[in-house]
T-cell receptor
């Protein structure tokens, strides 16, 4: 089983739609959690950190459920510029620190 | 502030050749890592380091060597390139928990190196 699993998509949505991405992680000792965005042929960049209390950044809302080992990202009022791959990321700090990525979920927003 | 610098951006090798991908960061990050990205596979961790003189294997280490003689540099070596190593390689760095500010260990990536092995 992969340490971080995501639905690969692709998700094809019209502009203005709300779309949700899910992610699960297998190591209960995972320490910190993030969503990264990757544009085609570019390096990944941080979209937002994810906290148990939930956090919002404009049209983006991230949620963490430690009991279920589940992370989510909600995008409201999708824009064409939101088209990208969204990567779920987990930091582990047991027996050494390392950062593990999910395979990513591809989003296409169409006019 | 240059961030993470990777070289070369593009490289074509023949099977059996060796090469080194360079990675340097100027943010005093203790944690550095190498990933490869293949279509549909996401980023897979090759090797990582939590400080000078300390390295460890990720999920796909075979065929790659690393060393960390300084905090700034973390080169990735391919000793005998194989077509299966054709990929895009990313170097990334971050603070460790408790190091630096409360930046929550966010990774900063280099721009990537596209390697083709014929």
């Amino acid at each position: 089983r992969k340490e971080v699993e995501q639905d690969p998509g692709p998700f094809n949505v019209p502009e203005g739609a709300t779309v949700a991405f899910n992610c699960t992680y297998s190591n209960s000792a995972s320490q910190s959690f993030f969503w990264y965005r990757q544009d085609c042929r570019k390096e990944p960049k941080l979209l937002m950190s994810v906290y148990s209390s939930g956090n919002e950044d404009g049209r983006f809302t991230a949620q963490l459920n430690r009991a279920s080992q589940y992370i989510s990202l909600l995008i409201r009022d999708s824009k064409l510029s939101d088209s990208a791959t969204y990567l779920c990321v987990v930091n582990l700090n047991t027996g050494g620190f390392k950062t593990i990525f999910g395979a990513g979920t591809r989003l296409f927003v169409k006019a | 502030n240059a961030g993470v610098t990777q070289t070369p951006k593009f490289q074509v090798l023949k099977t059996g050749q060796s090469m080194t991908l360079q990675c340097a960061q100027d943010m005093n990050h203790e944690y550095m890592s190498w990933y490869r990205q293949d279509p549909g596979m996401g980023l897979r961790l090759i090797h990582y380091s939590v400080g000078a003189g300390i390295t460890d294997q990720g999920e796909v280490p075979n065929g790659y060597n690393v060393s960390r003689s300084t905090t700034e540099d973390f080169p990735l070596r391919l000793l005998s390139a194989a077509p299966s190593q054709t990929s895009v390689y990313f170097c990334a760095s971050s603070y460790l928990p408790g190091q630096g500010d409360s930046g929550a260990n966010v990774l900063t990536f280099g721009a990537g190196s596209r390697l083709t092995v014929l």
